[in-house]
């Protein structure tokens, strides 16, 4: 099977390119933004920006692919606060820019969208945890942009009769994930404070928040999975079913230093809304392809904090 991983070039795609290559011998092919660097064994490379339709078109004639995984998105919720403009461009119309091409070719790959469990939003209390045909009502702009993919995806599907799927992941994690996510960026203000190099003190955003977290390995596991199973035109949340709070995670990943650290909350770090619960229930990703996330949340805590203590 010959694969294209969109957009590989930021946490998930190595992480991709990987499985499919190693664990499930597809050939593969990743792009990437100019400006990035990538080196993977055995998988081709190749730039592309997402805003221009004539490169996707090009690249798509060219690889042919029977799979498309779409990972090119801005994925930070705290970045979209601050630039919505580039998160609207790179994650609706990068995604618009992909399905016309899709439409317009003769050979026609399977595609995964990658959105995000955000976009359910502000979720009532009895509709926790959260199943795929739950109104979504999007807390932020990147949520917004990952809802409005996923109707694209839907409708290019009925309309066009695109072999697309849609899933919504929940919070991956992992080594190697840029700290300015909530778990990387506290193991790396432990590994830090550890080698002397931040004062004792970690700073904290909202740590009342519950979110979902997976390993980032179960993770694109499911993707292959779904890829391959999964029915078009439908939506699979992607997650373990269980959220914890950001203090659970804080209290874990430093009850695993020998270090005294004091916890301070820093406003900066604070979100114009952080919407309470995330939770989702993965019976229909479960019962429809068989996956399970296997690996204990502690095991990529400690392996996340491990990383960090490398660098
Ligand atoms: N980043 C960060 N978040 C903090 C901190 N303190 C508390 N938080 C809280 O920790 C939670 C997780 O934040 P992030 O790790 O930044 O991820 P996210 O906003 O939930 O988004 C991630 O998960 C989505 C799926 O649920 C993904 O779609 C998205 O791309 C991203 O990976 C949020 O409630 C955030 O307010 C901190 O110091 N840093």
Known sequence: MKAL?????????????????EDLGYTVTVTKTEKETLNLDGVGIANLNILDKEQIKELLVNEEPDYVFHLAAQSSVAYSWKNPSLTIDVNVKGCANLLDVLRE?????????????????????????????????????????????????????????????????????????????????FCKQVADIEKGIQPPVIKVGNLSAKRDFTDVRDVV??????????????TYNVGTGNAVSIQEILDRIVSMSECEIKVE???????????????????????????????????????????????
């Not at 899933?167 to 994930?177: E, K, L, S, W």
């Not at 993707?223 to 029915?231: F, I, K, P």
């Open 265 to 311: 909350v820093d406003s900066a770090k604070l979100r114009p809304v952080d919407v309470p619960i995330i939770e989702p229930d993965i019976t229909k990703i479960v019962d429809e392809v068989g996956w399970h996330p296997e690996i204990d949340l502690n095991e990529t805590l400690k392996e996340t904090l491990t990383y960090w203590r490398s660098k």
């Open 221 to 234: 596991k499911a993707y292959a999975l779904l890829v391959m199973n999964g029915r078009r035109g439908e």
């Open 105 to 185: 070719l003769e050979k026609k790959p399977r595609v995964l969208l990658i959105g995000s469990g955000e976009e359910y939003g502000h979720i009532k209390s009895s509709e926790c945890p959260i199943v795929e045909d739950n109104t979504v009502r999007p807390g932020n702009i990147y949520a917004a942009t990952k809802a409005c993919q996923n109707m694209l995806g839907k409708i290019y599907a009925d309309a066009y009769g695109l072999d697309v799927i849609m899933v919504r992941a929940f919070n991956h994690i992992g080594p190697n994930q840029l700290p300015m996510f909530v778990v990387a960026d």
């Open 5 to 21: 991983i969109i957009g590989g070039g930021g946490f998930v795609g190595p992480y991709l390119a990987k499985h499919l290559t």
